[in-house]
């Protein structure tokens, strides 16, 4: 297999109230959106990882990024990202276009940077399952969880996360017929579901994939990444 991994840093992490880029916040000493580069680039198979940015944050996710990158490990590049995580999809999948035509690049992840603590083994087994029947996405179970009236929900509701792994010539079209027709879906699986009838399997995750969205995420991902 051969895979390339699109990690999406280019969001702008208001809530997180830090005052810059919640991707640039350290953790334990290492930035988040090196946690999850320095992952992607771990994985066996992964050949390209691509950075998405807010444009004119280049140079500070570079100096982030770049002491965390393995010896030896796949290219990295960057490209700056479009105003919604589609567009910046789009703008990532544009750079990868070549190669996957060419063959060269089987199977593509997309993965919020956000989303730092995303483990080796998971990536294998999305992009493995992806490689297999053609799309997966990683889901976690939620708990406790009630309705407006105070009725509780079954535990078998679960939420989506990333990284979301896609059979790259079937991702690649259906972001084209997309921008063709100016759709725009929230997540890539969402791409998938409108313009193709590809099966995409689900992977048991856990809370530890945590996005982080607000100032508690932050402590709670620094507690789990400390050494």
């Not at 590049?77 to 995580?85: D, P």
């Amino acid at each position: 297999m051969r895979a390339a991994v699109v990690v999406l840093a280019a969001g702008s992490g208001t809530r997180v109230g830090a005052g810059f880029n919640k991707v640039l916040i350290p953790l334990a000493g290492v930035p988040v959106v090196a946690r999850s580069v320095r992952t992607a680039c771990s994985v066996a198979g992964v050949r390209r990882v691509i950075v998405v940015v807010r444009d004119g944050e280049q140079e500070a996710v570079q100096k982030a990024v770049e002491p965390h990158l393995p010896d030896g490990g796949p290219e990295v590049a960057m490209v700056a990202g479009g105003a919604t995580r589609h567009r910046s999809e789009w703008a990532a999948l544009t750079l990868l276009a070549p190669a996957i035509e060419a063959g060269d690049i089987d199977v593509v992840a997309m993965h919020d940077a956000a989303r730092p603590l995303a483990s080796r083994p998971l990536y294998e087994e999305v992009l493995a399952t992806a490689a297999t029947i053609g799309g997966a996405i990683p889901v976690a179970r939620l708990h406790d969880l009630v309705t407006s009236d105070g009725s509780a929900l079954p535990d078998a509701l679960v939420g989506v996360q990333t990284p979301q792994a896609f059979r790259a010539s079937i991702l690649l079209a259906a972001h084209r017929a997309a921008a063709a027709d100016g759709f725009e879906a929230t997540d890539t699986a969402g791409c998938l579901a409108a313009y193709t009838d590809l099966v995409i399997g689900a992977v048991d995750s856990d809370a530890r994939n945590l996005k982080v969205t607000v100032a508690e995420d932050v402590r709670v991902a620094e507690a789990l990444s400390a050494p």
